[in-house]
């Protein structure tokens, strides 16, 4: 416990470096894109970091279905898969960046803060 707050007590005295992290963290974060099917590709969603839609296909079989609240389904279900599979990369590069900057593993507690 001491050892990891010797390591918050250094990383205070180079915020330039936190900073930089930092910046080019939240630059990436609208790089991070993840896709998602649902009913065996007859939905498919794409968001990315910002937990922003990107793009929703429905495919042709799908609407020749002409099933309103199947669609509704299959939307949710692929939005939720998409958004669950970005929250992993997010955690994954805080991860990376809490490294950068020297802190120790989980010290964000799996992700960063305000991002779910």
């Known amino acids: 416990m001491f050892k990891e707050f010797g390591q918050m007590m250094s990383l205070l005295g180079n915020?330039?470096?936190i900073q930089e992290e930092i910046q080019k963290f939240q630059a990436q974060i609208g790089t991070i894109t993840a896709e998602a099917t649902a009913g065996a590709?007859?939905?498919?969603?794409k968001v990315n970091g910002r937990m922003e839609i990107l793009s929703v296909r429905i495919s042709e079989e799908a609407m020749k279905l002409n099933d309103r609240?199947?669609?509704?389904?299959?939307i949710a279900a692929a939005t939720n898969q998409a958004l669950t599979k970005v929250r992993e990369q997010l955690a994954q590069e805080s991860a990376k960046m809490a490294a950068n900057i020297g802190l120790p593993p989980g010290m964000l507690g799996g992700g960063f803060p305000g991002l779910g």
């Open 41 to 45: 590709g007859y939905v498919t969603v």
């Open 69 to 74: 609240e199947m669609l509704e389904d299959l």
């Open 15 to 17: 915020k330039s470096k």
